[in-house]
């Protein structure tokens, strides 16, 4: 049963396994304010040292980690896009009117997570929110896809890329590859061609990389869903010849157009298109992946992501990283990184299209309720930092009778060093 209580409540809250001296646990709580080591609360450095880079991680480990990470960007992130309310908020203060916070475990990763917060809905930006939103948005991809196969038709994942230099500002290129593909579609020469070759439906999703050398590279995917068998080359290659047309209209620096011909325009066949990208725990990437998790998968070489973006700043390893990533923010504000065509969801019997917001702050109702939490609790964790935050949740996994201990410690320490 799920447990509900506060300090000094009805006495019914498992307790630590031992008790610790009144001594120490001052001295952890300040540690715990100054984000620093102690034996009692843990560490983000302690709780990554579980699984051991020699170590072969399994998926569900990876898993735990990779949900870490997110929290611990996620504060990083505060601290870039600090002016932003709902950034400061999200997953750190309870929805309006709550009386407590949740602990759930869903079914599907079998992984704890929190309920009853603020979330921020910014899928572009928020490591936390944009984990949820991307893995909502690629099981409705898969499932497009699994109707697809069914009717027998062919998916392909169009790739569309400009030049870019270092010079150039992200907001002016992205704006510009955006406008670029929508007078594509609605190009008469492109229009026919998708005729000729069958295409019936895509959706588009824009992924946004940057480099030390050229700077930020925008670029398109295009997944699109054909009738048959087609001849990909010469698709290929009409493509290409319209997309550098189109390109030049919208005053886009094209020093060298053969390179767009020869590389602007990419082309891949078939259900295992992009599967070359292999995710850290060793599932292959496959296309609802490639569209719907493109700006959340770790670049190659000196190519960042967003996500790599802000651990260059946790870091420090990339000089101007945070300042980088507030330009990102600030040309994706208000855009759609992910469109589907006009009545493609209909057509292929999916539900209508959620929000981001939506997504973000949905519940699933098959998950299993592990524990309600205090408002007072909450602020005890909250006040331990993303350390405690996270290490509720790992022991939430597997025994929840001892992340309520846990959380019994934190309520403590919190006491005290608020002089309760």
């Known amino acids: 049963m799920p447990g ?35 034996p009692y609360l843990g560490t983000m450095a ?25 929290y611990e960007l996620q504060a990083v992130l505060r601290g870039v896009i ?77 790739t569309l890329t400009m030049p870019h230099y270092r010079s150039q500002g992200l907001s002016d290129n992205l704006r510009a590859i955006l406008a670029a593909y929508a007078e594509l579609v609605r190009n008469g020469s492109y229009r026919r061609l998708r005729v000729e070759a069958g295409l019936k439906h895509s959706i588009r999703a824009s992924e946004i990389t ?11 995917h295009i997944l699109g869903f054909f009738g048959g068998h ?21 005053g886009v620096q094209v020093d060298n157009p053969g390179a767009v011909l ?26 609802a992946e490639e569209v719907a998790k493109a700006n959340r998968k770790k670049g190659r070489g000196e190519h960042y992501s967003p996500a790599d973006l802000l651990r260059h700043v946790r870091d420090d390893t990339l000089p101007g990283a ?17 469109q589907w065509s006009p009545n493609m969801r209909d057509e292929l019997g999916l539900s209508a299209e959620k929000t981001d917001e939506e997504i973000a702050a949905g519940i699933d109702q098959a998950d299993t309720v592990l524990a309600l939490l205090s408002l007072h609790e909450w602020r005890a964790i909250r006040f331990g930092g993303v350390a405690a935050i996270t ?9 929840e009778d001892g992340a309520l201990g846990y959380v019994g410690e934190l309520v403590r320490c919190y006491e005290l060093s608020r002089g309760y």
């Open 82 to 158: 600090f002016e932003n309310p709902r950034i400061r908020g999200c997953l750190r203060f309870p929805r309006a009117a709550a009386r407590h916070v949740e602990i759930h475990r869903a079914h599907r990763s079998r992984l704890a997570h929190y309920s009853g917060l603020q979330t921020c809905g910014r899928g572009g930006l928020c490591p936390c929110c944009g984990a949820k939103i991307a893995e909502h948005k690629c099981r409705e991809i898969q499932a497009a896809l699994d109707v697809w196969r069914e009717r027998g038709g062919v998916p392909a994942l169009l």
């Open 391 to 399: 290490r509720v949740l790992h022991l939430a996994d597997d025994d």
């Open 322 to 338: 945070a300042g980088v990533f507030r330009e990102y923010a600030a040309a994706i504000d208000g855009k759609s990184l992910l």
């Open 46 to 70: 302690g709780f990554r040292a579980k699984v051991s880079a020699d170590s072969v991680a399994t998926a569900r480990e990876s898993a735990k980690l990779a949900r870490a990470e997110r």
């Open 4 to 38: 509900l209580g506060s300090a000094g409540g009805d006495g019914k809250r498992p307790q630590a396994a031992s008790v610790v001296p009144q001594a120490v646990v001052g001295g952890a709580a300040r540690g715990v304010a100054r984000g620093v080591e102690n």
């Open 210 to 220: 940057y480099g030390p050398r050229n700077g930020f590279h925008p670029h398109l």
């Open 230 to 250: 087609f001849d990909a080359r010469a698709f290929g290659d009409e493509l290409a010849r319209l997309w550098l047309a189109n390109l030049q209209r919208q």
């Open 262 to 287: 020869l590389r602007g325009a990419r082309v891949q066949l078939g259900f295992t298109a992009g599967a070359e990208y292999v995710s850290k725990i060793g599932r292959t990437w496959g296309l």
